[in-house]
Each structure stands twice: as C-alpha cells, then as structure tokens.
T-cell receptor
Framework: QQPVQSPQAVILREGEDAVINCSSS?????VHWYRQKHGEAPVFLMI?????EQKGHEKISASFNEKKQQSSLYLTASQLSYSGTYFC?????????????FGQGTRLTINP | DGGITQSPKYLFRKEGQNVTLSCEQN?????MYWYRQDPGQGLRLIYY???????QKGDIAEGYSVSREKKESFPLTVTSAQKNPTAFYLC?????????????FGPGTRLLVL
C-alpha cells in the first residue's frame, strides 16, 4: 500500500526550514528518500533502517519512528538547489528482493 | 564512470506497436527494476529482477514484458496490450536487492503515443 506524504506542496524562502512527512499503514523495515528535479531521474538522499541506522546526505536529516510507522525529512537552511519533488519509498522483501513503494511526492519550491 | 544508461531518451509508439526500452548498468549490481511515472505522480513498480534469468511482476505489470539474459541488461517491452503507455519510464538497480540497499536510477525514457 502506498505511503502517504504530507504536505503535498510547500513554498519557502531561501534559508527557511522544511519538514516532509511520510506515513505508512504497514510495518516499516526501511524508508528511502529521493529528490527529483523536473524531467530528471530521482536522486538518492537518505535511507533509514529499522533499529536506527541511517545512511545518506550530510546536510539533510531524517527520523524514523517504527512504532508510528512514520518518517520525516528535515531540510534546514534551505538552498535554491533544494527545490524539487521529494519522494519517500517504503521497502519490503518480496521473494528475496527489495520492493519499494513510493509516496505521491511533496513538491518543494525555494524562492530567493 | 559507473552508472545506468537508458535509451532512447524519447520514444514514439504507434497504435498496435510493441516498443522496447533499453536499460544497461555497469555497476555490477544484481538487482534491477523498472518503474513508470505519470505526470505529477509517484513511481510505480512494473517489474524487478534479483538475478539473471529470473524476474517478478510488480504492481502494474499488465501490458509489459521484460527479460534478464545478462546481469548488466534489463530491457522493457511495452506491448500493444498496454492501452495507456504514455509516461516517463525509469530503470534502477541496487547491489544485492537487500532491504538495506539504495536503488540508483537511470536518466529515464519518455514514451509518447502518436
């Protein structure tokens, strides 16, 4: 089942902070965050694993609440380059292979 | 440089025609994936493959077919049975397919129907 992202869109001024949330109705084993610029491929930002391990971007942080089945992505002191659509993907194992189900995306616009 | 290549960048399909999208990776990754993205939407999984000569259907496999004859290649065929094929198609790969692994995406192919 597709995770739900909120908000759907947000507009900020450069230097402001943003939080993007991702909620799932299923138990989460890992959450993957990507950013996509218009017409381009998604770029990996961060992966959060059950048990608290994180791998990813130096300037972006995220949290993973296993009990609430939620993850949040924190963008601090936003830069113009942060503009794009952010997707979370929730991972499960199906027949030994990773299967990611992506949320519908959060469009972030950073203005000067 | 290691990476994932997809070709062509744009592809036009006539009604009733099958078309094949190419995906090649030189990352020595075991697992490969195909996704479809419609405007303003998230990515939906079409097919995925954990090893050579084996693949599984994703959430929207109807009207599509794949093959995995070589580790580095995972072509996707959009058949005439797919009635609404216009979309952005993305290929991805990951090292082992483990739940801890990152998926890396190719640049995508935009398919348009004439």
């Amino acid at each position: 089942q597709q995770p739900v992202q909120s908000p759907q869109a947000v507009i900020l001024r450069e230097g402001e902070d943003a939080v993007i949330n991702c909620s799932s109705s299923k138990a989460l084993y890992s959450v993957h965050w990507y950013r996509q610029k218009h017409g381009e491929a998604p770029v990996f930002l961060m992966i959060l694993l059950k048990g608290g391990e994180q791998k990813g971007h130096e300037k972006i942080s995220a949290s993973f609440n296993e009990k609430k089945q939620q993850s949040s992505l924190y963008l601090t002191a936003s830069q113009l380059s942060y503009s794009g659509t952010y997707f979370c993907g929730t991972a499960s194992l199906v027949q030994g292979a990773q299967k990611l189900v992506f949320g519908q995306g959060t469009r972030l616009t950073i203005n000067p | 440089d290691g990476g994932i290549t997809q070709s062509p960048k744009y592809l036009f399909r006539k009604e009733g025609q099958n078309v094949t999208l190419s995906c090649e990776q030189n990352l020595n990754h075991d697992a490969m994936y195909w996704y479809r993205q419609d405007p303003g939407q998230g990515l939906r999984l079409i097919y995925y493959s954990q090893i050579v000569n084996d693949f599984q259907k994703g959430d929207i496999a109807e009207g599509y077919s794949v093959s995995r004859e070589k580790k580095e290649s995972f072509p996707l065929t959009v058949t005439s049975a797919q009635k609404n094929p216009t979309a952005f198609y993305l290929c991805a790969s990951s090292d082992t397919g483990s739940i801890r692994e990152t998926q890396y995406f190719g640049p995508g192919t935009r398919l348009l129907v004439l």
